[in-house]
């Protein structure tokens, strides 16, 4: 008992370190992708732009970012995460510090496709670096710490960037969002590293790392290979967290880019009221994010199989999440906001679908795993300002917004229920044609 204390007080907790730095860039990450959303109506004036044409702008960052995931994830396994993902975000931060010089809608949307290429390593880079940083018992939080940071940065600076908005004008916005972000990218290269390269852990850390299941030694993938393409793209387990993420970013999407447009246009709130409102949703998404988590590992801990600890609140999150549609039968502005705010909690509860890929991914292939996970995510935010500008140019209403979102996650949960059945570590055989059976073995 002694030793083991002793041996306990040693390990150093480099991981927390690395962690909180995911958080703060996270943060940053959505921050710089979604502040657009509170300029819509400006930019709409001073651009002479229509709904459709917004629609494009606030989709060019998608289709960049869906189109660089698999190869970012390529990248990060065969680059290491630290350069990759530490370039993306300072060459995003960049663009985001550009954004408030452009003077048409041609120059605003190059910007937006950059940013999305940039950004495309990032969840990929959040979802490897805390596989190998953190045992499986551990790694429920630390995804959803990182996965929630999104709300939190969105509820704390939303305010805030809507006051510098009214009060200086979308250009400082943008301005402002893009110099903090290239002094996080300064921090980064600073202090995160593999946990074999860096130089504050010890052994004893790495050693409750791998005995928990973490992949701390695990080295990179030299080359993918058709096979581990076709492999990641027909296996049923791996195919219903593709469905079921293009769900959840459905709502993500909606909320990162006409939310604030609903609030001003529908329930005729100011650019800072909404604002202030559309921050109280991202606090709830935050809240559920760590909820979700917690009953994650707390139902392994109680000794619950990790398909039951992980599908759980995802399953429970998709559903409550369908409440979006209430709004349609509603007037008060509390109402509104009450539904808008349980919604995103019950979403920020299913965002531990990331934990999944880290838990599933083939070892050497969590990069590139992660890269075709979010690159079916992420279709939604191709398809979804898209749509919904077509139905307010259609119909001049949100409702049909709602039912469609409703549905759609109704969907993802039957996919979690009925598609995606045990949840174990995935291998694919080395030696083998394209046409190969998948191998199975456990987390």
């Not at 300064?186 to 790392?209: C, G, K, L």
């Not at 993420?245 to 609030?263: E, H, R």
């Not at 349609?328 to 509390?334: D, L």
Request: glycine residues 10%.
């Amino acid at each position: 008992m002694g030793a083991a204390v002793r041996e306990i007080q040693k390990r150093t907790n480099v991981r927390y370190v690395i962690l909180t730095i995911l958080f703060i860039v996270t943060a940053v990450n959505y921050i710089d992708r979604s502040i657009i959303s509170l300029a819509v109506p400006t930019l709409k004036k001073e651009l002479v732009i229509d709904s459709v044409l917004m629609g494009v702008i606030l989709s060019g960052f998608s289709w960049a970012y869906v189109v660089m995931q698999i190869p970012g994830g390529w990248l990060l396994d065969r680059f290491g995460t630290r350069r990759v993902y530490g370039v993306g975000l300072l060459v995003w931060s960049v663009c985001t510090l550009l954004q408030g010089f452009a003077t048409s809608f041609l120059v605003l949307l190059i910007l937006r496709v950059l940013l999305g290429l940039a950004e495309a390593p990032s969840f990929p880079g959040n979802s490897r670096l805390t596989t190998m940083w953190f045992p499986q018992q551990e790694r429920g939080r630390a995804v959803m710490i990182y996965n929630s940071a999104q709300y939190f940065g969105l509820a704390l600076f939303t305010p805030v960037m809507a006051w510098i908005l009214t009060k200086f004008g979308w250009h400082s916005m943008f301005s402002v969002a893009g110099i903090a972000g290239i002094v996080l990218a300064v921090i980064w290269f600073i202090f995160v590293r593999d946990p074999q390269d860096h130089p504050r852990v010890n052994q004893a850390e790495i050693d409750h790392i791998v005995e928990g299941g973490g992949l701390a030694n695990v080295q990179g993938q030299e080359k993918v290979t058709w096979a581990h393409v076709r492999f990641l793209l027909t296996n049923r387990q791996m195919i219903g967290i593709y469905i079921a993420q293009f769900a959840l970013n459905t709502i993500v999407y909606f909320f990162l880019t006409w939310f604030p447009t609903y609030l001003v246009q529908t329930r005729h709130m100011s650019i800072l009221k909404a604002g202030f409102m559309t921050s109280i949703t991202y606090l709830a998404a935050f809240v559920g994010g760590i909820v979700g988590g917690y009953i994650s590992d707390l139902l392994l801990k109680s000794g619950k199989s990790l398909g039951v600890a992980r599908k759980t609140p995802i399953i429970i999150g998709f559903l409550l999440s369908s409440v979006i549609v209430l709004a349609n039968f509603v007037n008060s502005t509390i109402a509104v906001v009450l539904i808008m705010a349980t919604s995103v909690f019950a979403k920020g509860m299913a965002g531990l679908t990331w934990s999944l890929v880290g838990d599933m991914a083939p070892k050497k292939l969590i990069g590139f795993s992660g890269g075709l996970f979010n690159t079916a995510g992420n279709l939604a935010g191709i398809v979804i300002p898209l749509l919904v500008g077509y139905i307010l140019n259609t119909t001049h209403s949100f409702n049909g917004v709602f039912i469609f979102i409703a549905v759609v996650v109704i969907v993802a949960a039957l996919c979690y229920l009925f598609v995606v059945r045990p949840v174990e570590r995935l291998e694919v055989p080395e030696e083998s044609p394209l046409g190969s059976n998948p191998v199975h073995v456990g987390s």
